[in-house]
């Protein structure tokens, strides 16, 4: 496939081509990149952090409590990562020419998403819970599951609506990112890896100095939204290296042995 903005996509690459390669679609349209971060990550976590856990006018407390963390992964990896994922694929694809149609486009897709992300999500606790390694295994296994829905579930998506197509919205997906994740296990946890290590410097950058201004006025919500706008920035950087991924592994699983 060669992509509008994408460019040639049909191809392997090494982890450093790869990581370029999604810098320099990053770095040709951030400000869309980041339109869609903001989009997802600020309302949700507005909603879920900010009024639900109340950090928007608790007082500041340096140790985080076990509940916020576990609530925060879980609304990262339901509902941000996934709408964000499946926004940035369709960009850079340019099966939607704007950030604006590319959140449109994310948000008619998320019935089917989310039901798999909450599928998903408690597999990979339930592994987790059981011997860690299997929750890991999983962790990577269906990390390309937004891409499935998104690059090859949409159309689909768009003419099944029946409460029968429930299972094939769990099922599909999952079963789409193992099946091209088979075989190059360790090469996508490497990738995983990579991408999220990438964006720790970012990230960190970004909620230190709100973490000192919230010690300093003793209140949360500068913490709040020092982790908004980190997720807001580096939460696409991961959605563009996991697309790159999905179609280096089909051009894998295409070639010959």
């Known amino acids: ?32 990149y980041l339109a869609i971060g903001a989009a997802f990550a600020v309302p949700i976590e507005l909603a879920v952090s900010g009024a639900g856990l109340e950090q928007l006018t608790a007082r500041y407390d340096k140790k985080v409590d076990s509940v916020e963390l576990i609530v925060g992964a879980l609304t990262s990896y339901v509902l941000v990562t996934p709408l ?65 829905v998104a690059l090859e579930q949409r159309a689909g998506v768009a003419k099944e609506r029946s409460p029968s197509a429930a299972r094939s919205w769990v099922v599909d997906p999952l079963r789409r990112s193992g099946q091209l994740i088979e075989g190059f ?41 020092g982790s908004i706008l980190a997720e807001t920035v580096t939460a696409p950087i991961v959605a563009v290296v996991a697309t790159l991924l999905f179609f280096d592994l089909k051009a894998r699983q295409a070639q010959p042995f």
Request: aromatic content about 6%.
């Open 1 to 32: 496939m060669s992509a509008g903005g994408g460019g040639d996509l049909d191809r392997p690459r090494d982890i450093g081509a790869l990581l370029r390669h999604a810098l320099g679609l990053l770095g040709a349209r951030p400000l869309a």
């Open 84 to 148: 964000v994922s499946v926004a940035c694929a369709l960009l850079v694809v340019a099966a939607a020419d704007s950030a604006g149609r590319a959140i449109l486009g994310a948000l008619e897709l998320s019935t089917p998403l989310l039901v798999a992300a909450i599928a998903a999500a408690l597999g990979v606790a339930l592994g987790l819970f059981l011997l860690i390694l299997p929750g890991l295994y999983l962790l990577v296994r269906w990390f390309l599951f937004p891409q499935a």
């Open 185 to 225: 296990w360790l090469r996508a946890a490497g990738v995983v890896l990579v991408a999220n290590l990438v964006t720790l410097v970012p990230g960190s950058l970004i909620v230190l100095p709100f973490e000192s201004w919230a010690a300093e006025l003793g209140r949360e919500w500068p913490r709040l939204a």
